[in-house]
């Protein structure tokens, strides 16, 4: 029996602002029970709601010193679809609304967090041989193991990993501070090693001293080389490559089912969906006030509204996107000027643009099992689960050739009657709007050639299953 840890800073169904919650929420319970033992340790978060915290189970406590401060650890557990999920509870630095607040406050809180995570291991019954650390709100977990853990001979033999779920996000703050606040070694603040562009940088120390690194995708792993997509870090990825590995994210497909999901109007399935999805499409036409009618493409759009989903390309072409025989139905919040683009283009054709400026993972069901189309022009994208739902929900994915989308969206080809979706290479918007228009020409004009892009589209099987076989394979190795 292999004993598996994953820490993060987030995880369904307890708290979530992104893809990581799914991830860290699903893939913990895809491991073969009798040869993996795979727990969960987050932050016990005040905004976590009242009926999860209720059920948690007060363990122990202790203190630990966080360089010169000294500071409570609490710990909850709680059983949660059979895996243990153990809380790290601190008031001081776990308060508030929000999971993340500001960058330098949240330096502190996350140094903490990684600090207590490895303290607590010895009270917990548990000693690990792999802690999966995801993104840099662990990133300090693989540097204390080779500071001041290695002494203890607990901890002499853990070995871990470093997810990068999006590299964009590197918890950088200031060289001196960072070294009061950790109290790590000033031997651990050089180029090589923690500091980076003068700065300290958490992600950076998890690459380097982690025993293994992946990524959520294989196009991603290989992009991330490269200046474009490395964020600066390219030439340490170039440097840890032998030790790189991309695997693609799973969806859960319990939750994410059309033949059973809750949330949608009309269940249906890849049998049935050419007489019931249309019901969907009606229902969300009539809720929205769009005008309702069949003959219309409907493009649905759930996503964060940032420069990083490609919606800089949407505002350059927009007005030709909502020509008469379409419709768009956007769902998320983000940058202003974007939340104000959609919102006057809902009030210019009301009867085809429908702008949701808020987060409803119920409108989020509903969107992708009525749309026609789904849009993804990213100009970067780790993994992407949104394509692997509308792929799931019968909704034909529109997609730049970029990361996880690369590699789970196939390009349709209309002389070997081949792919699942459709896409376009470079970031311009006129490829983007090309395709668009390729794609309705499919739609309204060989609506058999339509029907079996969905049928393959539905049949593809991207559950976490064959991720968690990876996974296995790389806890094996170590």
Known sequence: MKNILFVASESTPFIKTGGLADVVGSLPKCFDKKKYDVRVMIPK????????????????????????????????????????????????????????????????????????????????????????????????????????????????????????????????????????????????????????????????????YADLVTTVSDSYAEEIKMPFYGEKLDGLMRARENSLVGIVNGLDYDEYNPETDPLIYKNYSVKTFRREKIKNKRALQRELGLEENDKKFMIGIVSRLTDQKGLDLVDYVIEEICAEDTQLVVLGTGEEKYEHLFRHFEWKYHDRVSANIYYSNERSHKIYAACDAFLMPSLFEPCGLSQLMSLRYGTVPIVRETGGLKDTVEPYNEYEGTGTGFSFCNYNAHEMLNTIRYAKDVYFNRKREWNKIIDRGMAKDFSWGQSAQKYAELYDRL
């Not at 243990?84 to 001081?92: A, G, K, L, Q, S």
Request: net charge negative; charged share 20%.
């Open 45 to 208: 978060y005040a905004c976590i709601p009242d009926e999860w915290k209720n059920k948690m189970v007060y363990k122990t406590h202790f203190y630990i010193d966080l360089a010169w401060r000294k500071q409570y650890v609490g710990i909850m557990e709680l059983q949660h679809n059979g895996i243990t999920f153990y809380f790290i509870d601190n008031e001081f630095y776990f308060a508030g609304p929000k999971p993340y607040g500001y960058i330098h406050e949240d330096i502190e809180k996350f140094a903490f967090f990684c600090k207590a995570a490895l303290s607590s291991l010895p009270s917990l019954d548990f000693h690990p041989d792999v802690i999966h650390c995801h993104d840099w709100q662990t990133g300090l977990i693989p540097v204390y193991l080779h500071d001041m853990f290695q002494e203890n001979p607990f901890y002499t033999n853990i070995k871990t990993i470093m997810t990068i779920h999006n590299l964009k996000f590197q918890g950088v703050w200031d060289l001196q501070k960072v070294k009061d606040i950790t109290g790590i070694k000033p031997s651990f603040f050089t180029s090589d090693k923690l500091e980076a562009y003068g700065d300290a940088n958490y992600l950076k120390g998890g690459i380097v």
